[in-house]
């Protein structure tokens, strides 16, 4: 039986590389035609698969939003109420995010706004649940610290976590590691 994971969908490549293209350059500084290049097809063949660049900026910024808050609901549901490992189990799968998607992280501090509103509101919706597992979770960690202090601690991780395409390189093991400490230390000051 093959281990491999399957190559990914021409879809799936174009989404790869409408973000690495839109995070480098701007959602404005790249033409369909230069995104059709990158994996070898021409401009126009793109509107096979999207109705163009608005459709694939919202197919991103939606659909990291939906992979965060599945993989968060997914890990709520292995931890079986332990709240120690669901947080080590949260910031892991957060650190994985942060390290595998800087472009997605780029592409969502400087192109939310260019989103038609419904999708932007999607996009904050689903943001919006993903936080509310991790204040419960930080919430029956730390029961004597006060709601908002726990969502300012969380929402201080994210930033943490989130500041990866403005990291220098260390080396992705080296990385994880230090950010890892540094989310728990983050949480765990909510003790002292």
Do not use: C
Not at 1 to 16: D, F, H, V, Y
Not at 21 to 39: K, M, P, Q, S, T
Not at 87 to 113: K, M, P, Y
């Amino acid at each position: 039986m093959s281990t491999r994971a399957a190559a990914p969908t021409r879809r799936e490549q174009i989404l790869s590389e409408a973000a690495r293209l839109f995070a480098e350059r701007g959602f404005h500084g790249v033409g369909v035609d230069e995104i059709g290049a990158a994996v070898g097809i021409s401009g126009p063949g793109l509107y096979r698969h999207f109705a163009g660049k608005d459709a694939m900026l919202a197919e991103l910024l939606v659909g990291i939003s939906e992979r965060l808050l599945t993989g968060g609901r997914r890990r709520v549901e292995e931890a079986a109420g332990d709240p120690v490992e669901l947080l080590a189990s949260l910031v892991e799968g957060h650190i994985d995010f942060a390290l595998d998607d800087r472009a997605l992280i780029t592409l969502h501090d400087r192109e939310l706004d260019r989103l038609r509103e419904a999708d932007r509101k999607l996009v904050r919706q689903l943001q919006r649940q993903y936080v509310e597992l991790w204040v419960a979770v930080v919430r029956e960690l730390h029961p004597r610290v006060g709601e908002a202090e726990v969502r300012v601690s969380v929402h201080a991780v994210f930033g943490l976590l989130n500041s990866t395409p403005h990291l220098a390189a260390l080396g992705r093991d080296a990385t994880e590691s230090l950010l890892r400490r540094m989310a728990n230390g983050a949480f765990g000051a909510l003790s002292d």
